[in-house]
């Protein structure tokens, strides 16, 4: 038993985070909800050359052959630094056997993710190149929906996340059936989890940072416990969640009772991601509330990620049914 | 990452398993509430036990004579201890969890070998006398002194919140030599005699209505200077090394506890009657329940992960602190829910209808609960502890 990252794993995170860190600015993020619909297609591709996508694509496939646990902690980073785009879906086609899959697995194509239901609210329709729909029953490859059947929200909740109102989806090639969309539930739960915990992370790293530098009645705010214990208990969720996380991605890579145990991250995750990302536009105060800042897009994320293919609901009804 | 098990932990665990197979049907009936006397004597039965059978000292050294077993082990052995229902570790926490694998890593060799054997069997039983009343989270603040006479330190003052002290044959006690130094530099850790003249136990009476705790008072009391603990004037510091053994293991129990005391709400829930239905049909009550048990699950998942670390870098850092303050809070709904769903029931603190299969006592407990934000380390004391060497966040002075 080993649930520590090692060093390996360390060192792939690091490198993602430093790309990230350099290429995912606040200044990227803010012009990028000046252009809704863009998908930042050189950072797409930079993504797949960094193999962001096929990570657990096998490397005789041209992937990099590595497990779920190494996804968890590639979608933390990605969360961290909020960046956009439908990563969830472009990951899981990178790991299909589809014809989109190698695109997909390089960052050349960007693939959607939608659970089945109408209407159906698509993120990232206009930078589609192709969007997987999951229903129970089965799971279903389309082109993007035609701009004439879709209605384009003029206000989404996340300024990073543009969204179609669609009333039909379209009908696409099936490519699996309950077995394939349950696995793509559960992936996609697991990685919606990590990108929350990120998120998370990131949100109190940016609030931890304000409260050291932010001074008022001559000190530091962080150094007042009503505000360090806000932050602590964020904290505390956060690590929670984080192994979590873990131990759900070994159980997928090892076979073991996977399912119960994504439900479980996805559970303490979303409860996290929620409750970090709060805190942060509380301990900014007034600030916090304003568009210009990046707290709101840590929230909203987390909330956009509660309700795509694996929800955080589900996850609650599918773990009440395993007591 | 992994959580499959190595072949030795494979083994260990079956060997385990065997051992707890046979032994637990021979154990003596559990004590009565409230008999210290036979408590005391059930917890060193069973610690005589795990010596004979080579589980004693678990996680001490083997040069000490403990088993040397790694985290993971450790964490197997308390895991299956757990599921098996064995007796816990009782009377003898203080003996084999601080003052044993201190006096290992700080004592002289003739102090290791005149206390540390008798601790391994159950032959002895050890209380704390750290804590004192105007002394408690600001413990550096402790007052008892102790004044040097020849080769004895004459020791007065008052401890308090001193677990199975009313039993106990030794306590490590720490006190002011040096009041004039800055307070964490003039204290000193030593050890007393429980049956030196001068000491008074008056058992405490806790809301639960257990007296697991005493107040120790302390007159004058003739402890020998051989009975010091590394030097003079050096306690805090071997006091702090106590705390540098937790691998990350010491709530497994407690943890893997309240997953069955989960299980047996649930089942509670199944057959509580609401409305034409059961409690558990209301969607309400089975998310909140489903939601505490996902949280004890990724708790566990966090206990794994400070075993790991523990394992790697030798301590489990402030994980410790993030996992008490996690773990309270679901103790904490959990009771809420308990007493919900028991209604009239909760009025007995334990369970005379029967309602708990398990017989499990989910008044008691989410009483217990309690306790869980303020021993050991108060909930705020965690929240500083995490945003200062976690956070990095200044300290409010």
């Not at chain 2, 290791?112 to 004192?132: K, M, N, T």
Request: aromatic share 6%.
């Amino acid at each position: 038993m080993d649930l520590e990252p090692t060093d390996d794993q360390a060192a792939l995170t690091a490198e993602l985070a430093r790309f990230l860190a350099d290429r995912v600015t606040p200044e990227v993020r803010r012009s990028a909800t000046d252009q809704p619909g863009a998908v930042d297609r050189d950072l797409w591709q930079a993504l797949g050359e960094l193999g962001t996508f096929g990570l657990v694509v096998p490397e005789d496939r041209g992937g990099v052959g590595l497990g779920m646990v190494e996804a968890t902690l590639v979608f933390e980073e990605l969360g961290r630094a909020a960046v956009p785009g439908p990563l969830v879906g472009t990951f899981l086609a990178a790991g299909l056997d589809l014809a989109v899959s190698p695109r997909a697995a390089a960052g050349e194509a960007v693939v959607g993710l939608v659970p089945a239901g109408q209407p159906a609210f698509v993120e990232h329709r206009a930078g589609l190149d192709a969007l997987l729909v999951v229903a129970s029953e089965g799971v279903t490859l389309a082109g993007p929906p035609d701009e004439a059947a879709c209605r384009p929200v003029a206000r989404p909740l996340d300024p990073l996340t543009p969204v179609d109102v669609v009333d039909a989806l379209p009908d696409g090639e099936p490519v699996g059936g309950p077995d394939l969309a349950g696995r793509l539930g559960r992936d996609a739960a697991l990685l919606a989890a990590a990108l929350q915990v990120g998120l998370a992370g990131g949100a109190l790293a940016m609030a931890t940072d304000y409260a050291q530098g932010r001074v008022q009645f001559g000190r530091p705010i962080g150094s007042f416990q009503a505000l360090k214990h806000l932050l602590a208990d964020a904290q505390v969720a956060v690590e929670v969640a984080r192994a979590a996380v873990a131990a759900a991605g070994v159980e997928i890579d090892e076979d073991g009772d996977a399912g119960r145990a994504v439900d479980a991250a996805r559970i303490v995750a979303s409860r996290a991601a929620e409750r970090a990302t709060r805190t942060c536009i509380q301990v900014h105060g007034g600030i916090g509330f304003t568009w210009e800042l990046d707290a709101h897009l840590f929230l909203k994320r987390a909330l956009v990620l509660d309700v795509g293919v694996g929800s955080a609901e589900e996850a609650i009804a599918s773990f009440a049914a395993s007591l | 990452m992994r959580l499959r098990e190595t072949a030795e932990e494979q083994e260990f665990r079956s060997e385990l398993r065997a051992w707890l197979t046979a032994t637990l049907p021979k154990l003596p009936a559990p004590p009565p509430f409230e008999d210290w006397a036979a408590k005391r004597a059930y917890d060193t039965g069973w610690q005589r036990r795990l010596h004979d059978a080579g589980y004693a000292g678990i996680s001490w050294p083997q040069e000490y004579g403990g088993r040397g077993a790694t985290p993971s082990e450790e964490l197997i052995f308390l895991e299956e201890t757990e599921r098996a229902g064995a007796p816990y570790v009782g009377c003898c926490f203080v003996s084999t969890l601080h003052a044993g694998p201190t006096i290992g890593a700080e004592g002289t060799p003739a102090q290791r070998a005149r206390y540390l054997p008798p601790i391994l069997r159950g032959d002895h039983v050890w209380c704390q006398g750290f804590s004192e009343p105007e002394a408690g989270s600001d413990l550096a603040s402790l007052r008892t002194r102790a004044v040097r006479d020849g080769d004895h330190y004459v020791v007065t003052g008052q401890k308090i919140w001193t677990s199975h002290a009313q039993v106990a044959d030794y306590c490590e006690l720490l006190a002011r030599t040096d009041p004039d130094a800055p307070r964490h530099r003039g204290i000193t850790w030593m050890v007393m005699a429980m049956d030196s003249p001068g000491i008074e136990v008056r058992p405490m009476r806790t809301l639960t209505g257990e007296s697991e705790f005493s107040e120790m008072f302390l007159d004058e009391v003739r402890i020998p200077v051989e009975n010091v603990v590394g030097a003079e004037n050096d306690g805090w510091r071997v006091a702090m090394v106590t705390f540098g053994f937790e691998r990350g293991t010491a709530f497994v129990s407690e943890l893997l506890g309240s997953m069955r005391l989960l299980a047996d709400l649930v089942d509670i829930a199944r057959k509580t009657p609401l409305g034409n239905a059961t409690a558990w049909d209301d969607a309400g009550i089975r998310r909140e329940l489903t939601v505490l048990r996902a949280e004890l699950d990724a708790e566990w998942a966090l206990t794994k992960r400070s075993v790991s670390r523990a394992a790697r870098y030798g301590n489990p850092g402030v994980g410790g602190s993030v996992f008490k303050l996690a773990y309270h809070e679901t103790r904490e709904r959990m009771g809420e829910v308990a007493l919900r769903l028991l209604g009239r029931a909760r009025l007995a603190l334990d369970d005379p209808t029967g309602v708990s299969a398990r017989q499990l006592d989910h008044v008691a407990q989410t009483l217990y609960a309690l306790s869980l934000s303020i021993a050991a380390g108060t909930a705020q004391i965690q929240r500083n502890i995490v945003g200062e060497r976690l956070l990095g966040l200044p300290k409010e002075r």
